[in-house]
């Protein structure tokens, strides 16, 4: 949300719900204590984030990021 991601790689056909609180810029892969704000697709919000920032994506074959957890991002400082 800072704007510090400068490469954002992520598999092509990575998906996965997400969900947020009223924190500012925290993102939960599982449900927390209610209430929260389910996001049907936080890897696609993810990747809007990171272009609005004037940030690169870069998608790559599935699998090719397993040990990443099937993304990464590189920062800019």
């Given amino acids: 949300m800072e704007g510090r991601g400068?490469?954002?790689l992520v598999e092509k056909d990575l998906h996965h719900r997400g969900y947020r609180k009223d924190e500012p810029g925290t993102l939960?892969?599982?449900p927390p204590t209610k209430p929260y704000t389910?996001?049907?697709d936080?890897?696609?919000n993810l990747i809007e984030v990171v272009r609005a920032k004037n940030g690169k994506?870069?998608?790559t074959?599935?699998?090719q990021l397993e040990q990443?957890?099937?993304l990464a991002?590189?920062?800019r400082y």
């Fill in 42 to 44: 936080a890897v696609d």
């Fill in 73 to 75: 991002l590189l920062l």
């Fill in 6 to 8: 400068l490469m954002l």
């Fill in 57 to 59: 994506v870069i998608f």
């Fill in 38 to 40: 389910i996001i049907p």
């Fill in 28 to 30: 939960h892969l599982q």
């Fill in 68 to 70: 990443f957890n099937h």
């Fill in 61 to 63: 074959e599935n699998n």
